[in-house]
């Protein structure tokens, strides 16, 4: 089993800045990729962004490429989402999950975090 929370969301300006943490226990954090996903009320749950095991390659929905960006502290069993120039349509629950699938489908990962509201004015 693999315990996730996330953390560091919240309420931004239009062009702000927010980033978002999740901190993993349980079984060995660099055997898994780590993805983001949001969903917003009334719409599904959308990949974001994730990151391999050792950080080496990371993808990007096309919606916050060259605004977000993915990292993470093996030895501190965290993974990070640096988000920049956020837009109101950036409003949603932000999750992060681990799995053992590079890729941006949700049923690859097996573990999920309860995830963090992030809310982005105009």
């Known amino acids: 089993q693999v315990q996730l929370v996330e953390s560091g969301g919240g309420l931004v300006q239009a062009g702000g800045s927010l980033i978002l943490s999740c901190a993993a226990s349980g079984r060995t954090f660099s055997n898994y990729v780590m993805g983001w996903f949001c969903q917003a009320p009334g719409k599904e749950r959308e990949f974001v962004a994730c990151i391999s095991g050792t950080g080496g390659s990371l993808l990007y929905a096309d919606p916050v490429k060259g605004r977000f960006t993915g990292s993470r502290d093996n030895a501190k069993n965290t993974t990070y989402q640096q988000m920049n120039s956020l837009k109101p349509e950036d409003t949603a629950v932000y999750y992060c999950?681990?799995?053992?699938?590079?890729?941006?489908?949700?049923?690859?990962?097996?573990?999920w975090g309860p995830g963090t509201q992030v809310t982005v004015s105009s």
């Open positions: 999950a681990a799995g053992s699938r590079f890729g941006r489908l949700p049923y690859t990962y097996d573990y």
